[in-house]
């Protein structure tokens, strides 16, 4: 089949599974992947009125993707705009609920077929379109095209093994490219990328998530944590991924025949794994409390597992030591960049592949310490522990590094300006 046909295929596809989305989206409730008492917003069903004015539409796929926007929320606000940011998980939906300024709303984004995008945007009648990363769905691109409705892909990126599959349906990728009529990418390599693919308006402007504020910690809640921790010394392993929380234990054993009084805190990338670390703390023999359960930090406690939804900006600041994980088993790593916003020493294990260039930065400038196993990154925590003039440098630099960074959103912003300006102009 000629690459050129594939988007009438995939559109005629998606409106005939259409009918069986209930069931599709229902059984994923039922699996917590979605919101059962939200399932509408999946097929279109705005859960919201319109607010009067212009609106923009931002869209993010999940957590990382929709945090990522908030700098731009707050702008576009400050340009008069209500602004409705999507995403497609649960999870994201409770962290953005959470985070996000008055002058904006969430819904879920609609699945991508015909039909319930036309419902969508019959309600909504965004005047903006920004999309993040590499959320390019056929359907979406299309009916948000036909209505004239300006699409900036922002914060775009494109690996090469994504681009290596693009360029076998290069027809298809082309005319999806053609009908964004801007694309700000994060690097000049993802920039290259899509030009080759077919974009045509592609500039490099940075990663927006190193403007993104550090993540809030509510004061009381910290205070009552602090006190209970004491003059501990404590470590953070957070994003955890399954097969991780284990080396993490295994380093707090070997540590704690030097530090006695060592806390672990285990904040797993999934809250709901949370009574399964537990189960295998106390099997290792671990004194540990359960966060979700309103267990305290006792005197004894060793492990603190922290398997509480949008409390990663309150564990952050309970150490200055902060292993990020799904870098030492998985693939692909978790951001660091809020960490290192408030000043923390980073540990890293070798699998940050979603986010190589920032750990690149950060490695480079002394800000973040890479580690090969549990062995090592025990070695990496005694040293941090017993020479506060090192941990206090790596922590300067993580800080001064993303601070560097920054400045994507005012870019964006200032590439919006064209589109801001043509509405204002049409009112008058």
């Known amino acids: 089949m000629k690459t050129e046909v594939f988007l009438p295929v995939y559109r005629a596809a998606a409106s005939g599974l259409a009918p069986m989305s209930g069931l599709f989206l229902w059984r994923r409730a039922k699996r917590g992947k979605e919101d059962l008492n939200r399932l509408g917003e999946r097929r279109g069903v705005a859960g919201l009125p319109r607010p009067e004015g212009r609106l923009a539409w931002l869209h993010g796929a999940s957590v990382g993707e929709g945090l990522a926007l908030l700098p731009l929320v707050d702008r ?30 969430h819904q879920y984004v609609p699945l991508d077929a015909p039909k319930f995008l036309e419902s969508f945007l019959d309600h909504w009648r965004p005047d903006l379109f920004v999309l993040a990363e590499s959320e390019i769905w056929p359907n979406t ?6 209505r004239n409705i300006p699409i900036t892909l922002v914060n775009a990126r494109l690996s090469p093994r994504s681009f290596a599959r693009w360029r076998r349906l290069p027809g298809f990728i082309s005319a999806l490219l053609g009908k964004i009529d ?7 390599d993802d920039a290259a990328r899509l030009l080759q693919l077919g974009a045509p308006r592609v500039n490099a402007v940075g990663n927006l998530k190193y403007d993104v504020e550090a993540p809030p910690g509510d004061p009381v ?25 284990a080396l993490a234990m295994r ?37 540990v409390a359960q966060r979700s359960l309103g267990e305290p930090i006792g005197p004894a406690t060793q492990i603190y597992v922290g398997d509480t939804m949008g409390e990663l900006g309150l564990f952050y600041r309970l150490s200055s030591v902060i292993f990020v994980g799904k870098s030492l088993v998985g693939r692909g790593g ?21 986010f190589i260039d920032v750990y690149a930065a950060l490695d480079e400038k002394g800000g973040a310490i890479e580690v090969k196993d549990a062995e090592t990154l025990a070695g990496v925590l005694a040293a941090l522990f017993t020479d506060p003039a090192f941990l206090r440098r790596t922590a300067e630099a993580s800080r001064e590094t993303v601070g560097a960074l920054g400045g994507a959103s005012d870019k964006i912003m200032l590439a919006l300006e064209h589109y801001i300006a043509h509405m204002i102009v049409s009112e008058q």
Do not use: Y
């Not at 978790?334 to 979603?354: F, R, T, Y």
């Open 221 to 245: 809640r910290l205070d009552a944590l602090s006190r209970q921790i004491g003059r501990r010394p404590v470590w953070i392993a957070a994003s955890t991924h399954a097969g991780e929380e």
């Open 182 to 188: 801007l694309c700000l990418a994060q690097s000049g």
């Open 141 to 146: 691109i299309c009916a948000v095209h036909a």
């Open 76 to 105: 576009l606000i400050a340009k008069g705009f209500h602004v409705l940011v999507t995403s497609g998980t649960v999870t994201s939906a409770r962290i953005l609920a959470q985070r996000l300024p008055s002058g904006s709303s």
């Open 334 to 354: 978790q951001n660091p960049i809020e960490p290192a916003k408030l000043g923390s020493a980073i540990l890293h294990g070798p699998h940050v592949g979603n």
């Open 251 to 287: 380093v707090h054993k070997q540590l704690a025949q030097n530090f006695p009084d060592l806390l672990t805190i285990l904040a797993p990338r999934h809250p709901d794994r949370g009574a399964e670390i537990v189960a295998a703390a106390r099997a290792a023999g671990m004194d």
